[in-house]
């Protein structure tokens, strides 16, 4: 199965989103539950999650549109 460059990108914004929904539930996580180191190195991990989604969704929409009709 081959795919196309636009399915790919899909995918790629997909784990983008994932990783999103990753540092919010890590993020409030670490707000209500965590306290003291735990509680800062969870966040530094959300904080990255939400770097890298952001950074893989600027490239994927810079890219523009792949679709050939």
């Known amino acids: 199965m081959i795919l ?3 399915m790919i990108n899909m995918y790629i914004s997909f784990f983008a989103m994932i990783l999103m929904f990753i ?3 890590t993020a409030v996580f670490s ?3 965590l306290k003291g180191v735990f509680k800062g190195i969870v966040m530094t991990f959300s904080f990255i999650c939400l770097v890298v989604s952001g950074l893989i969704v600027f490239l994927i929409v810079i890219g523009g549109p792949t679709a050939t009709l």
């Open 23 to 25: 540092s919010v539930g």
């Open 4 to 6: 196309s460059q636009a």
């Open 31 to 33: 707000k209500l539950k």
